[in-house]
């Protein structure tokens, strides 16, 4: 029912915006300063630009030449109000606007006060504040909603950056993948099945939050098939160090906050084709905005088509996702918001790619080399549900709550190799290995929280009380069977297919089952003690049970389940911050947070080990500048884990036939890093980071001293910068950046896979208003490189991809 509520509004909507007919709610709205416009005026001179908004507008602005004279405006894009929109403007020019009436404004110097724009009886910020980024045309945002509510950056002692979708199309980033690769601090590597592995100092991220609801995201039996398409997103936050506090358990290394786009105030359709490397193509339809002549029901839809062969022979996919979400103000003060979307994916894939030889050594093939068959198939699907309510009590204070319910089903039959090549000259002699996979996981999560500003004894605070809940329960089956005869160097594409009942007699094969809770209450408390010292405490109370069931068997025989459980109970997490203002710029802080992650190993005793607990170190200096159009950070961080199970080598063997465990591990994950985003001159947005990060093993019976997460480099360097030229060449926009890593070690510890540098590049042509043109070259020097690996016998060793271009066409129809 709800599809069919949201769906309908919108395609109306959309057709009735394709045949150039005003919606009802700009016919009503043409007579009130509310009234959206599309503005597009790039930064250039004062001047220049409010002559640009009175063209828009009609508005009537006032000023001395004086007071404009050689300052620069940043310009403004998208879809606003006059006030919103003239605010954005004089963001860092240090002037200030008053309405005198609806059609004049005048313009003065602005008052030492502060950096508010005054209109009338209202007041605006000249920094873009609120955390929504489309139509910002910005590489940085006003503020985050991480943390539940909206918080600057430079008010968070932590390190934390966001991806907007203004630096998502400029750099055509379409896949979770892609973001991950263009995120600071994170890396990431492949897996057997099409998703990722992702990391953050040294951890992995397993848990997602979507518009602030976390769910598990990366259990699977076998591999990982963590897969997004952005097309449905505005932006992805990041936080990076604990996030124990927001989700509970795992959670040492941070989170990402994917926020759905949502209908908005003024109606908007942008239509997209894209060619590319490789018959590359791809269309998308994206529709949104007011439905009822108050603007009070907005809704949102997205359809999201893409097909694509390959660099490797024989590879290619096609993927489908549709999207459509509506907001009602049932009241003034409370808005309700119900969606769904759909994800489909069909791939001829190459998994686990190439294995190499016995001393680590690449085997040198061709990279459009494909280890599979012919018949290799796989599909997946993915259902999201979701629905959350606001109700804001006063300007001060408001209630939220939100719940998802995520369905997932990916399945595969494919062909890869197995075992390594014992040294360089030798035959290619390796195993076929035939795979199915039948994978099927329910996620639910909800979130609620309240939170507001007050003023008590003199101090002003705020305060965030919530309670969160997520389950995952899987259904997941594999078989497989290896036979002999395989060349690596002259791979049989066309052998006769075995189907999962010949693979389970043939071979070895698992049936599986995870039951994944947690539930917790958390909460914290922000009072600024000193004008200028703001301090953070909080704390979250978890509760976590833990199941997993194992039926594994070889050749049609199939053991009784064996289960592993872990609980947790009642475990807190405390988390506690100073942030210093040392002008209204700049800030520095200093936090502490607390992590756990339960084990599920088995001492002599029988008893469960106890859980890993984690402590967090962070020191650090953010700066907010040019009215917010400019964030940048340094942090220094260090991360120590405590009670990680090692074998009790000097104990009995009966723990499964095996040796039992003791908590007596220790890891440690330290570094820094310094990130900047935002428009750094009139015209040019950048996203620069880099990260130095070690991670080693403190006390280990068998890796002590040696590399804890062998996938993170040491050093990592992500630059991207878009600069739109000045003067006669406004319509054209030019990009560029690298991303560079230092070397990585295999999961095996047995070779080092080297480090990289890849460049991309865009160009941007806008024809008129509605029509924008750009390419996009990736990997321009067409380097040849491996993405971290794990070992020389399993496979697993993928190629990066090679040069390629995308050409974009967009079509933004103007009301």
């Keep these: 029912m709800a599809h069919r509520f949201a769906a309908r509004p919108l395609l109306a909507l959309a057709i009735s915006m ?9 016919q009503a709205a043409e007579t009130t300063q509310a009234q959206a416009y599309r503005f597009d005026i790039p930064g250039q001179s004062l001047d220049g630009a409010l002559a640009a908004f009175s063209a828009v507008t009609r508005i009537q602005v006032l000023v001395s030449g004086e007071l404009t004279q050689g300052v620069v405006s940043p310009g403004v894009s998208g879809n606003l109000g006059q006030r919103e929109a003239l605010g954005q403007l004089l963001g860092g020019t240090g002037l200030s606007a008053a309405f005198i009436n609806a059609d004049t404004v005048t313009l003065e110097k602005r008052t030492a006060t502060g950096s508010a724009i005054e209109v009338g009886a ?31 950056l430079k008010d968070i002692p932590q390190s934390v950056s966001v991806m907007t979708r203004k630096q998502m199309d400029d750099q055509n980033t379409t896949k979770l993948s892609e973001v991950v690769k263009r995120t600071p601090g994170l890396t990431a590597t492949k ?67 994917l926020v759905r786009k949502r209908g908005q105030q003024a109606p908007t359709v942008t239509i997209t084709a894209k060619a590319g490397s490789w018959d590359h193509y791809g269309t998308q339809v994206d529709a949104g905005g007011p439905l009822n002549a108050e603007g009070t029901l907005r809704g949102r839809f997205v359809a999201d088509y893409d097909t694509t062969n390959s660099f490797v022979d024989y590879a290619g996919s096609w993927n489908q996702t549709v999207y459509a979400a509506v907001d009602y103000d049932f009241t003034p003060d409370t808005t309700v918001g119900v969606g769904i979307s759909n994800q489909k994916g069909h791939a001829r894939p190459n998994f686990m790619s190439l294995p190499r030889y016995a001393n680590g050594s690449d085997l040198g093939l061709p990279r459009s080399t494909f280890v599979g068959a012919s018949w290799n ?86 305060l965030v009380l919530g309670a969160n809940y997520s389950k995952l329960t899987t259904h997941d089956l ?19 297919q075995r189907d999962k009942y010949q693979l389970f007699q043939d071979g070895s094969g698992s049936k599986s089952w995870y039951d994944i809770r947690q539930k917790g209450i958390y909460g914290t408390w922000r009072v600024k003690v000193l004008d200028p010292l703001t301090l953070i405490v909080g704390a979250r109370t978890s509760w976590y049970d833990f199941s997993y069931i194992d039926q594994s068997g070889f050749q049609g025989v199939y053991d009784n389940p064996t289960q592993s459980t872990t609980q947790t ?64 950070s340094f942090a220094i961080f260090r991360y120590d884990q405590e009670n990680r199970g090692v074998q009790d080598l000097q104990g009995p063997m009966n723990c499964g036939g095996w040796y039992c465990s003791v908590a007596s591990g220790k890891v440690r994950s330290q570094g820094f890093e310094a990130t ?38 040491k050093h990592l360097l992500k630059v991207w910068g878009d600069y739109q030229l000045p003067g006669d060449w406004q319509k054209v926009s030019v990009g560029a950046g690298v991303t560079a890593q230092s070397s990585t070690e295999a999961y095996d510890r047995n070779f080092s896979v080297p480090g990289n540098a890849l460049w991309d590049s865009r160009v941007a042509y806008k024809i008129n208003q509605e029509f924008t043109v750009a390419a996009n070259l990736n990997n321009m020097f067409d380097k040849k490189y ?26 933004t129809p103007q009301f």
């Design 676 to 713: 900047l985003s935002g428009e750094v001159l009139p015209g040019l947005q950048l996203v620069s980071s880099y990260t130095y990060n070690t991670t080693k093993f403190l006390k280990d019976d068998t890796y002590e001293g040696k590399i804890f997460s062998t996938w993170t480099p």
């Design 478 to 496: 594999y078989a497989r069977d290896a036979t002999d005869g395989a060349d690596i160097f002259n791979i049989d594409h066309n052998r006769p």
């Design 18 to 26: 394709a045949c150039s007919t005003a919606p009802l709610y700009l």
């Design 569 to 632: 109970t009642g475990r807190v997490t405390p988390y506690a911050g100073l942030v210093y203002a040392l002008n209204d710029q700049w800030s520095a802080y200093a936090s502490y947070a607390d992590a756990f992650e339960p084990q599920t190993n088995l001492t002599t005793s029988g008893s469960m080990l106890k859980p890993i607990e984690g402590q967090n170190y962070e020191l650090g200096i953010k700066g907010e500048l040019a009215d917010g159009r400019l964030n940048t």
């Design 786 to 811: 491996y993405i971290p690996a794990y070992n020389a016998t399993w496979g697993s060793n993928y190629y990066g991809d090679p040069r390629n271009v995308m050409f974009t066409m967009t079509y």
């Design 377 to 462: 198939r796989s599909v997946n699907n993915q259902t999201q549900v979701f629905a959350d309510i606001e109700h804001r009590f006063n300007d001060d204070w408001k209630l939220k709550a939100a719940v998802i319910a995520m369905d997932e089903h990916n399945d595969a039959t494919y062909q890869a190799t197995w075992d390594e090549i014992p040294n360089p000259g030798t035959a290619g002699n390796v195993r076929y290995v035939d795979w199915v996979t039948d994978f099927n996981t329910k996620s639910r999560g909800v979130d609620v929280y309240v939170n507001g500003k007050f003023e008590t004894l003199g101090f002003q605070q705020e």
């Design 122 to 152: 209202t007041t605006i910020s000249a920094e873009r504040l609120g955390a929504t980024t489309e139509g910002s045309g910005s590489y940085t945002t006003g503020a985050v909603t991480l943390g539940k509510g909206e918080q600057k």
């Design 191 to 257: 897996s057997p099945g099409p998703g990722l592995f992702i990391f953050s100092r040294g951890f992995e991220i397993g848990t997602l939050q979507y518009d602030g609801v976390g769910i598990a995201r990366n259990t699977y039996a076998l591999g990982s098939y963590l897969t997004e398409n952005m097309a449905i997103y505005d932006r992805v936050e990041t936080l990076r160090g604990p996030a124990a506090l927001l989700q509970g358990a795992n959670s040492p290394g941070g989170t990402m906050n």
